[in-house]
C-alpha cells in the first residue's frame, strides 16, 4: 500500500487549504482512513479520521473548521481546512488503517507541509 499526500503549503491565518491523498495498492474499500499531523518539537496527533462506513471523528481543536471526506473506492481521504489558525502549522500524514489477517495494519503516506502565517 502507498500512499501519496498532497495540497499542502503556505496560507495566512483564516485562509484555507485542502489535501486529498491517493492510496494505491489496496484491494476493496473496507478500510479506515484518516489525517495525523505533526507539529516541530511535538508528538503526531490524529485530525480527522473516517471509516469504511463513512463515519468521522475529528480532533477538538479542528471541530467545525476541518472536514474529511472519502471516495466511495476507499482510494482516496481529503482533508478541507478552513479557517486556519498559526498552531495549524504542521507536517499532515495520511493514513490507511485495515483489518487483515486478525490484526489491524497501518499505512502512512510522507506528509505533506501546512504553514499558517499570521
Known amino acids: 500500500v502507498q500512499l501519496q499526500a498532497s495540497g499542502g503549503g503556505l496560507v495566512q491565518a483564516g485562509g484555507s487549504l485542502r489535501l486529498s491523498c491517493a492510496a494505491s495498492?489496496?484491494?476493496?474499500?473496507?478500510?479506515?482512513m484518516g489525517w495525523f499531523r505533526q507539529a516541530s518539537g511535538k508528538q503526531r496527533e490524529m485530525v480527522a479520521y473516517?471509516?469504511?462506513?463513512?463515519?468521522?471523528t475529528y480532533a477538538n481543536s479542528v471541530k467545525g473548521r476541518f472536514t474529511i471526506s472519502r471516495d466511495s473506492a476507499g482510494s482516496t481521504v481529503s482533508l478541507e481546512m478552513n479557517s486556519l489558525k498559526l498552531e495549524d502549522t504542521a507536517r499532515y500524514y495520511c493514513?490507511?488503517?485495515?483489518?487483515?489477517?486478525?490484526?489491524?495494519?497501518?499505512?502512512w503516506g510522507q506528509g505533506t507541509q501546512v504553514t499558517v502565517s499570521s
Open positions: 493514513q490507511v488503517h485495515r483489518w487483515s489477517g486478525g490484526s489491524w495494519h497501518e499505512y
Open positions: 495498492g489496496i484491494i476493496g474499500s473496507s478500510h479506515n
Open positions: 473516517i471509516t469504511s462506513g463513512g463515519g468521522s
